[in-house]
C-alpha cells in the first residue's frame, strides 16, 4: 500500500528558506506528475509547483521566481526549495502524485510550513 512521505516543513523567518521533500514509501508506476498543493486557514487549496513526467514544470504566481520544484523520477521523489519566503506563504503542504493509469491521486497528509519574525 502507497503512502507519501512529506518532511521539511517547520517555522521560518521571513526571507529564510525550507526544503520540502516527499517520497513514496512504496512503488508507484505511471506517473503523469509530481507537486506540492497548500491550503491556509480559511482559503482554498492552491498549486504551489508541479512537474511532469517528462519534466515539464509549472508554477502558482506566487511561487515563480522564489521557489524551485525537481524530482528524481528512480525515486519518484519530488521536492520543492522554497527562498525568500514570506508570511504569507504559511500553509499546510500537501505533496501530490498523480498517476495515469487508473487516473487517481495520491496524498501525503501535509507538513506545516510557518513564516514569522
Known amino acids: 500500500q502507497v503512502q507519501l512521505v512529506e518532511s521539511g516543513g517547520g517555522l521560518v523567518q521571513p526571507g529564510g528558506s525550507l526544503r520540502l521533500s516527499c517520497a513514496p514509501s512504496g512503488s508507484i508506476n505511471r506517473i503523469a506528475s509530481m507537486g506540492w498543493y497548500r491550503q491556509a486557514p480559511g482559503r482554498q487549496r492552491e498549486l504551489v509547483a508541479s512537474?511532469?513526467?517528462?519534466?515539464?514544470?509549472n508554477y502558482g504566481d506566487s511561487a515563480k521566481g522564489r521557489f524551485t520544484i525537481s524530482r528524481d523520477n528512480a525515486k519518484n521523489t519530488v521536492y520543492l526549495q522554497m527562498n525568500s519566503l514570506r508570511p504569507e506563504d504559511t500553509a499546510l503542504y500537501y505533496c501530490n502524485v498523480r498517476i495515469i493509469y487508473p487516473l487517481v491521486d495520491y496524498w501525503g497528509q501535509g507538513t506545516q510550513v510557518t513564516v514569522s519574525s
Open positions: 512537474v511532469t513526467s517528462g519534466g515539464n514544470t
